[in-house]
């Protein structure tokens, strides 16, 4: 289930900062078929990839990957 937040909210944070996936890819030097494949779950990301998403979103790698919530809190399956 956590593959699917992680697409999830790949999508939605490209999607609030107005970005195509074009431009994300540009931003963090990749290709637009990585973030397609990423948002798609067909592929998953490296951890160098996961890294530079959480980094650019502002966000940690905790909420990216779907063990956090907005807020902060810990989710435990």
Same mark, same amino acid.
């Given at each position: &289930?956590? =593959?699917?937040? !992680? $697409? ?6 490209? #999607? =609030?900062?107005?970005?195509?996936? =074009?431009?994300? *890819? ?8 990585? #973030? *397609? =494949?990423? /948002?798609?779950?067909? $592929?998953?990301? @490296? &951890? ?8 650019? !979103?502002?966000? @940690? ?5 779907? !063990?956090?919530? /907005?807020?902060?809190?810990?989710? !435990?399956?």
């Amino acid at each position: &289930m956590r =593959e699917n937040l !992680f $697409k999830e909210r790949l999508r939605d944070l490209r #999607i =609030e900062k107005g970005l195509s996936q =074009e431009a994300l *890819a540009k931003a963090l030097k990749t290709y637009q078929a990585n #973030i *397609a =494949e990423w /948002e798609k779950g067909k $592929k998953k990301p @490296s &951890m160098d990839s996961i890294i530079s998403l959480a980094e650019y !979103f502002e966000v @940690s790698t905790d909420y990216l990957l779907g !063990f956090e919530r /907005e807020d902060g809190t810990k989710i !435990f399956l």
